[in-house]
Every structure is written in C-alpha cells, then in structure tokens.
C-alpha cells in the first residue's frame, strides 16, 4: 500500500468554490497560525497542499518584496487557479505530491499547511520525516479540521431538536466516513501537538477554535454532497435518494438557530 493518496474532495472549479468558503471560515485562525509563526517580510514559506490559493493569499500579505512563496499540490487544475488568481511573481507553484518531500523544501524559514495533513494515509510518518529534512530553526504551522469534538453537542442537543440538528449529524457521519473507507484519518488534528513533539519539534503550541454555522457553512456541505456523490454511493455509506435528501433538509434550515457544528485545530512548533 503507498503512503500517498488521491485527494479524496473534488478538483474541479466547484471545489474551488468549497476551498473558497473554508478560507472564510478559517480566516481568524489562518492569521492567528501566521501570527505564531511570526511570518518577516524576507522569509521564504512553503505552503503544502496550497489548492486554490487562498491561505496563500494571507501569506503573501506579510512578505515583503524579497519574500518567496513555494505552493505545493499535486492538483495542476487547482495550481493553475493559485497562481492566475494571485499574480503575484513572490508565488512559485510546484507540482508535487507532498507526501513525498522534495527538494522544495531546501531553503524554507517557515512551512505551513492547512487542511492537508487529515488527506494523507498514516501522515504522521510524513510528519516525522518532514522534521529528518529540515534544518535546525524553520518554522512550521498547520490547521486541521475538527469533525468529531462537535459532533458531543449535537448528539446532546438533538434530543430536544432533532429536525433542525440531524441533518447536521448526519454530514458529520458521512465525512468521517468517507475518509475512513479511504484508509484516512478524520481527525489528525486531535493529537497533531503530541504527533510534532514526538518527531522532535521544538515549541509546540496548540489552540481550538469554532467555526461558525452561516450560510456558508451549509452551502459548503451541499458542495460536500455534490462533490462525493459518486464516491458516496460506491462505497456504500449512502444511496442517491439519502443524498438528495440531506441536502434538501440543509437548504431548509435557519443557520441563526445552529451551534457550531465544527471546529479548528491551530498547532505551531519549530525545528
């Protein structure tokens, strides 16, 4: 079995939109990691798993003019978009799997990724060798998605609302279950702090956040749906009419009236 994977959510324009709609809603975490890592106008930064472009876009705001941004994805359709939306000649986009470390890295101050790591099978061991390939004072960032924490208060809540609340439990179940029928795990985040200290980095700093139920966030799992329906169906975790059907009961709900239905994990360390 190879250690790296296809991305399991869409590569196409749609999917865009979707990455589009998780940078809004980890906006305030994305400046908080920058924030800990404390990013100077000459560094250079590698982004892994950079897609679209949008955390990249908040890194290249605190470059200075000698600051270099290296984004990594093996996408080409999504590393086309990040580098047509940004123009910007700081940007160099690499085409590369970044399981498999190369030779992008050499040089890196800082290296970041957001919502990649929870994409690539057992990725603590690209985590460990991710510390082996960089020298002594590089700084490295990553946020994580939470689809599990939140899922306590919704089971908790839904007994007093379950028409409003279910469809939301019921997005959390299918996503988790399609990373774990693709042999990936949903939630590296939860022990990413004890993950990096174990491999030997140094400051590990960790933080959880919320994010928000809006409009967005609905939208974003509609997409979800759309985006998996085919991979949903295939491995069984839900046919063509349930599919369907939680996206009309998404469409229906009042995104004022919903608790945070997920959550953000922040983790920043050293070499």
């Given at each position: 079995m190879t250690e790296s994977k296809k991305y399991v959510l869409g590569q196409s324009e749609r999917a865009a939109r979707r990455l589009q709609i998780q940078d809004a809603h980890f906006g305030d975490t994305s400046e908080q990691l920058l924030d800990d890592l404390a990013l100077r106008p000459g560094d250079r930064v590698v982004d892994l798993g950079c897609g679209p472009g949008g955390f990249s876009r908040r890194i290249l705001r605190r470059?200075?003019?000698?600051?270099?941004?290296v984004g990594v994805d093996y996408t080409n359709?999504?590393?086309?978009?990040?580098?047509a939306g940004l123009a910007d000649n700081r940007f160099q986009p690499v085409l590369a799997d970044v399981a498999k470390l190369g030779p992008w890295l050499n040089g890196a101050d800082v290296v970041v990724g957001r919502a990649m790591l929870h994409h690539i099978p057992m990725v603590e061991l690209m985590l460990g060798r991710l510390r082996a390939a960089l020298p002594k004072g590089v700084r490295v960032g990553f946020i994580e998605p939470d689809f599990r924490s939140p899922l306590a208060r919704l089971a908790y809540q839904e007994t007093a609302r379950p028409e409003l609340l279910a469809p939301l439990r019921f997005w959390a179940i299918a996503i988790n279950n399609l990373y774990l029928a693709n042999r990936l795990s949903p939630d590296v985040g939860a022990s990413l702090a004890r993950t990096l200290e174990t491999a030997g980095?140094?400051?590990?700093?960790a933080g959880w956040s919320e994010c928000r139920s809006d409009n967005l966030m609905?939208?974003?799992?509609?997409?979800?749906?759309?985006?998996v329906h085919?991979?949903?169906?295939?491995?069984?975790?839900l046919t063509a009419q349930e599919i369907e059907?939680?996206?009309n009961r998404l469409r229906a709900l009042s995104p004022n009236s919903l608790p945070a239905a997920w959550g953000i994990h922040r983790v920043a360390c050293e070499t």
């Amino acid at each position: 079995m190879t250690e790296s994977k296809k991305y399991v959510l869409g590569q196409s324009e749609r999917a865009a939109r979707r990455l589009q709609i998780q940078d809004a809603h980890f906006g305030d975490t994305s400046e908080q990691l920058l924030d800990d890592l404390a990013l100077r106008p000459g560094d250079r930064v590698v982004d892994l798993g950079c897609g679209p472009g949008g955390f990249s876009r908040r890194i290249l705001r605190r470059l200075g003019p000698q600051g270099v941004l290296v984004g990594v994805d093996y996408t080409n359709g999504l590393l086309t978009q990040a580098a047509a939306g940004l123009a910007d000649n700081r940007f160099q986009p690499v085409l590369a799997d970044v399981a498999k470390l190369g030779p992008w890295l050499n040089g890196a101050d800082v290296v970041v990724g957001r919502a990649m790591l929870h994409h690539i099978p057992m990725v603590e061991l690209m985590l460990g060798r991710l510390r082996a390939a960089l020298p002594k004072g590089v700084r490295v960032g990553f946020i994580e998605p939470d689809f599990r924490s939140p899922l306590a208060r919704l089971a908790y809540q839904e007994t007093a609302r379950p028409e409003l609340l279910a469809p939301l439990r019921f997005w959390a179940i299918a996503i988790n279950n399609l990373y774990l029928a693709n042999r990936l795990s949903p939630d590296v985040g939860a022990s990413l702090a004890r993950t990096l200290e174990t491999a030997g980095f140094q400051r590990v700093r960790a933080g959880w956040s919320e994010c928000r139920s809006d409009n967005l966030m609905i939208e974003n799992r509609i997409m979800f749906y759309e985006e998996v329906h085919d991979q949903l169906q295939s491995l069984g975790i839900l046919t063509a009419q349930e599919i369907e059907e939680q996206c009309n009961r998404l469409r229906a709900l009042s995104p004022n009236s919903l608790p945070a239905a997920w959550g953000i994990h922040r983790v920043a360390c050293e070499t």
